[in-house]
């Protein structure tokens, strides 16, 4: 049996408490890895650009940007904002164009769905103690060669809150991840200083933070070079980032946010992304929240 099965050993639980990030080399066979990557070249195919969305985590614009909103629930392909040129232009293949697919995968995609409902990733959210793990949203993240946008400093329970936080990235590398092509870095142990600021969804569908974003010094973020069927754990509250590809070579990544759904976790209805139907939890197991209250 493999080291994802058996979850996590007392001095990786102990690394990842210490840095908020966890590396796991050879999490997923490379088979595995080819057959997401031949799926998600088959949705962008199929995927007919009339109404789009180009995804940046930059801007700051209040709008409703209904295309996005309903991904909660979809499979929907965003765009690079290079993949366009001053005029509004596409000028890259679709292929070469598309910054992610987001964020129902997990749900509606059956290849997705295989690995995020699997006995590797359910013994790997076992260890980290969830409870009732819920799968809430998946994206597939292209890193276009030359194109691929920046992803700026950010905490995931920043857009994926609870009360009190839970989320947990769980992050496959599907390509070779290096500093030339836009790897993720981290500020090691950053996810001790708490949740910083929220990114709320108004009733009336716009959207917005609730602060400014904190400034990070550049010197604090480690670089997490990782080889295609590694995973990285990303606790919720870890400040990370990825830059811009301007290399030759793609770095494609797929993740997955897993929220704890046991009794007395409130999921606001404040957070962006609101799903149509609830999530379907990896297992439930009751009889340990009765044992940890
Ligand atoms: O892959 C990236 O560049 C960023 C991914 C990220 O922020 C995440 O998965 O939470
Ligand atoms: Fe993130």
Not at 146 to 153: D, L, N, R
């Amino acid at each position: 049996m493999g080291l994802a099965m058996r979850g996590l050993s007392p001095e990786q639980l102990a690394q990842y408490e210490r840095d908020g990030f966890l590396v796991l080399p050879n999490f997923t066979a490379q088979e595995e890895v080819d057959a997401m990557r031949k799926r998600a070249g088959e949705i962008v195919d199929a995927f007919e650009p009339s109404t789009f969305t180009v995804f940046s985590t930059k801007g700051q614009e209040q709008h409703i940007d209904r295309y996005f909103l309903d991904s909660a629930g979809g499979v929907g392909c965003f765009f690079e904002e290079g993949a366009f040129d001053a005029e509004g232009r596409q000028i890259k293949p679709k292929a070469l164009a598309i910054n992610k697919i987001g964020h129902a995968m997990h749900d509606l995609d059956p290849v997705f769905h295989a690995w995020c409902y699997s006995e590797a990733v359910a013994a790997l959210s076992r260890s980290l103690g969830f409870r009732r793990p819920l799968p809430t949203q998946s994206m597939y993240i292209f890193k276009q060669p030359g194109i691929g946008g920046e992803v700026v400093p950010h905490q995931d329970s920043t857009f994926l809150y609870t009360s009190p936080p839970s989320v947990i990235g769980y992050w496959l590398a599907l390509e070779d991840a290096t500093k030339l092509n836009g790897c993720l870095w981290a500020i090691p142990g950053s996810h001790k200083a708490g949740v910083q600021r929220r990114f709320l969804r108004r009733p009336d569908d716009t959207t917005h933070f609730d602060g400014a974003a904190p400034t990070y010094s550049d010197a604090d973020f480690v670089p997490l070079e990782v080889a295609s069927g590694s995973l990285v754990l990303l606790h919720g509250a870890l400040v990370h980032r990825s830059e811009e590809n301007r290399s030759p070579r793609s770095r494609h990544a797929f993740t997955l946010h897993v929220l704890e759904g046991a009794p007395g976790i409130e999921y606001p209805a404040t957070n962006w992304l609101q799903r149509p139907a609830p999530a379907v939890p990896l297992y439930d197991e009751p009889e340990r929240a009765q044992e940890c209250a």
